[in-house]
């Protein structure tokens, strides 16, 4: 799950990136820029499903978490196909649509899914202001929505979200206090 934390907003980067490259002429898609970010943009999808996964299978220790994380991993991958279908969509012109109800739920659930995990995730790990990581997300996910060229801030925000995901399994966040004068 690790790996995958640190692979989200890599990913997202370089779809951000082959996005500003496709766009230089004015024009999005298709073509070499328009399907490597397009590729860029379904490894993120697959990581944050690793990542969903992994948060669930972590949670399953804490008897009181463990029922929410495993309905908020199912929502979080549920969304995570629509946006999956999408992108084929936008890869594959032949590619069937996405039915519209679908396609508005499917972000819904992947947003819900994910707040709720890394909520219930930055908890059990006993981190202050545990209620940050979810807020971050919630704001990765806004930012984007509202303007997909500021894809490369909504990264970075997914990068900090998805912290308590890097720590080792058992292992807990260490506070480190500043060194003063002895």
């Known amino acids: 799950m690790r790996g995958a934390g640190a692979t989200v907003p890599v990913a997202l980067l370089v779809y951000a990136g082959c996005r500003w490259l496709d766009g230089r002429d004015g024009v999005h898609g298709p073509g070499l820029w328009w399907n490597l970010g397009h590729v860029g943009f379904l490894v993120s999808w697959i990581a944050f499903a690793a990542v969903a996964v992994g948060m669930a299978a972590r949670l399953r220790g804490t008897p009181r ?5 495993t309905g908020a991993a199912t929502a ?75 894809l490369p801030v909504s990264a970075v925000l997914f990068g900090a979200a998805l912290a308590p995901t ?17």
């Open 65 to 69: 978490a463990a029922p929410w994380g």
């Open 76 to 150: 979080t991958v549920a969304g995570i196909a629509a946006f999956t279908w999408v992108t084929l969509t936008d890869l594959f012109p032949a590619w069937p649509e996405l039915a519209s109800p679908l396609r508005a739920v499917g972000p819904l659930l992947f947003l819900a899914g994910l707040v709720v995990l890394l909520g219930l995730t930055a908890r059990s790990q006993h981190r202050r202001g545990w209620y940050a990581f979810p807020l971050l997300a919630l704001a990765a996910t806004v930012i984007v929505s509202a303007d997909l060229d500021l």
């Open 166 to 182: 890097l720590v080792r399994q058992g292992a807990r966040p260490q506070v480190v206090a500043a060194a003063g004068p002895s």
